[in-house]
């Protein structure tokens, strides 16, 4: 059983910076996109980065590029969301997530063929 640990999330004002761990464990991700999605209250929940099987090639959407950067120690099959210059926008439980097959980005999907973390608020006041 996959089981994914989100840590690092908390209140930051805008413009400060966080860091997100998830540790994956239960089963082998070596092969396997990892990423990070966002969710508000009453909205879907929204892909921000992932990273692919050989910790080098990611994907973000375009609202973080230039400002999280997404990375992963594939030697303990944790990833990590460094996010600079916040905004209250980012404000969102966020959510890690690891594909059930080695596949490709996970940006698109189906949430059911994904493992997810419990979630970790992030709150960037103004």
């Known amino acids: 059983q996959a089981q994914l640990a989100e840590s690092g999330g908390g209140l930051v004002q805008a413009g400060g910076s966080l860091k997100l761990s998830c540790a994956a464990s239960g089963r082998s991700f070596s092969s396997h996109t990892m990423g990070w999605f966002r969710q508000t209250p009453g909205a879907k929940r929204e892909f921000v980065a992932d990273i692919l099987g050989d910790g080098r090639s990611t994907n973000y959407v375009d609202s973080v590029k230039g400002r999280f950067t997404i990375s992963r120690d594939t030697a303990t099959d944790t990833i990590y969301l460094s996010m600079n210059s916040l905004k209250p926008e980012d404000t969102a439980v966020y959510y890690c997530?690891?594909?059930?097959?080695?596949?490709?980005?996970?940006?698109?999907?189906?949430?059911?063929?994904?493992?997810w973390g419990k979630g970790t608020l992030v709150t960037v006041s103004s």
């Open positions: 997530a690891a594909d059930t097959l080695p596949y490709s980005s996970i940006r698109c999907r189906r949430h059911d063929m994904l493992d």
